[in-house]
């Protein structure tokens, strides 16, 4: 707009604050690149900028006259600055900016057909078109390309095409990024020690430079074997976030559509992960419910989110018995469908394959684990991220909200809204609560919404009353906001009988996997919809699932315990 870049706007401003914080008061657009739009709730850090991009250059000219060019992101005002003139757009801020933009594209390595970003929005060609590059003046590639870095379990890193933003450095939340070197050969590493394989990194790199290690090519071969029966189950969180690719409002819930559409990718049996999410309740609540009794490790802590478990075997191993002894969904519907299902229709469980759509990275970590397999029957084969997903949809020119809607196989595809509410942040304790309370009581909750826990403040703490008794619970989503938590609980003043925790901001919704981005309104728009297809839900209850009990009573106590439970070690 004309009138913005030739105008100008008087602000005061709180002390301290950035130039770029006074422009947005002032109505004025500053471009920005390396900065990440907001940090997840809880943090105590200001929104993150590295200063390394250079596209928010402003000029500054102080009160007694003397100017300078500087980073609008870092800047903070002070008295020191009163009366100062800052001009953010003039034409030789934008050949600045240009120059800028030029020195990042330079370390792109730009090989866009075979980018794995496949057709996602790509932001940094989306801010170098703005811009008027001079590529031609240097050469490229300017870098030496370099193969992937493949040492991470489940992220590829190609450092060739890192840009420098140190977002990634900035998301991670536990310190597993590291930038060394200096200059042209400053490159990114990932300290296999601590990551925790979140994928939170993927969400917020804007050049594909960390991306997660696709299983498609391996998902294609079992689907063309005429010797496999291919079996995929679908996360809760998956379903309220894929039609963003195709267009659609996030929360929007597509499980019927991507039933009919996995059913024509060549999936033998589609199964429904709220399945698995019910009986996980059904074997956690019972679990809680004797460790009340008996006091043994309390508080439990939810184990379904394998970035967590990963978390509490590298940084807390001495609280690792206060987990949950249940597998998660994803390996529990493994289990069942090679030891159970294959049986009941009459397969050769080692022909069968269990592939698994997740909005999560860890998930294929999860997958590759020792005690997720019986014997050399591994629960689950392959793991595809949401993004993969997509990938392979739009490659089969599938447009999903067109895909007339199926239902899921039977025998492992009832789900409740308990279930469902699982891929949000407070949905697997609300859900257990329902549950737990039945068991308590012998009555069920007269509201199964539990409000208490609902939202996304970091922490969030309640009271549920059980009968004649009430117990404390807390839900914590996003790691930065688990250390005081644990503390209390090595302390042993911990005032928690059971704690939800769930490694991504905004739980499952907001994974590693999912389309990219970190924007916490859209994360709590697929909540959401999850939210309300439990309110809609015919049944809201994990112990009302029909075929969850019928597989309870047909695997007996020995092989629900041996298929079902694990112990983690650090
Ligand atoms: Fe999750 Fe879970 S909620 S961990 O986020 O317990 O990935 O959606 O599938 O296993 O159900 C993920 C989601 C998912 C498991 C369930
Ligand atoms: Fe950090 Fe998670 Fe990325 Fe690992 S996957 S480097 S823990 S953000």
Partial sequence: DDRVRTGRVTVTVPENSTIKQAADLGGVDCPTFCALPEMPPGSAEPPYTSGSCGLCTVDLQLACGRTSSVCACRYRLTSAEDGAVITVHSARLDSTRDANATLLALRHRASCITCPLGSEPCELRTMLAGHDLGLERYPHPYLA?????????????????????????RICPVGAIQFVGRGRDTSLLIDPDRCVSCGQCTQVCPAAAIVERPAIRQVREALADPDTVVTVQVAPAVRVAVGEAFGLAPGTNL????????????????????????????????ELVDRLG???????????????????????PDLLPHLSTCKSPQQMLGAVTKNWWAQQV??????????????????????RREEMADGPRRHVDHVLTTRELIRMLKASGLHLPDVPEETPTPMLSEGSGAGTIFGATGGVLEAAVRTVHTLVTGTELA??????????AGVRAATIGLGGRTVEVAVVHGLHNVPPVLQQIREGSSPYAFIE????????????????????????????????????SPSRRSHENKEVATLRAALGDDERHRLLHTRYRA
């Avoid at 024509?264 to 199964?271: H, I, P, T, Y």
């Avoid at 394959?353 to 999860?366: D, F, G």
């Avoid at 509201?447 to 996304?456: C, E, I, L, N």
């Fill in 294 to 316: 008996t006091g043994h490790a309390l508080p439990m802590i939810t184990s379904c989110c394998p970035a967590w478990i990963r978390y509490v075997e590298t940084f807390w």
């Fill in 501 to 536: 925790v769930m490694a991504c901001p905004g739980g499952c919704v907001g994974g590693g996997g999912q389309p990219h981005g970190f924007d916490m309104a859209v994360r709590r728009q697929r909540a959401e919809g999850l939210f309300s297809t439990d309110a809609a």
């Fill in 447 to 456: 509201d199964p919404d539990v409000h208490a826990v609902r939202g996304t």
């Fill in 255 to 286: 499980i019927g559509h991507l039933c009919g559409a996995l059913r024509r990718l060549g999936f033998d049996a589609v199964f429904d992960t709220d399945f698995a999410a019910d009986l996980t309740i059904v074997e956690e609540a019972a």
């Fill in 346 to 367: 009459g397969i050769d469980p080692d022909r069968v394959v269990n592939v698994a759509v997740m909005p999560c990275t860890a998930k294929k970590l999860e997958a």
């Fill in 145 to 169: 390309p370099e193969p992937p870095d493949v040492s991470n379990p489940v992220l590829d890193v190609q450092r060739d095409n890192c840009v420098l933003c140190r977002r990634c450095e």
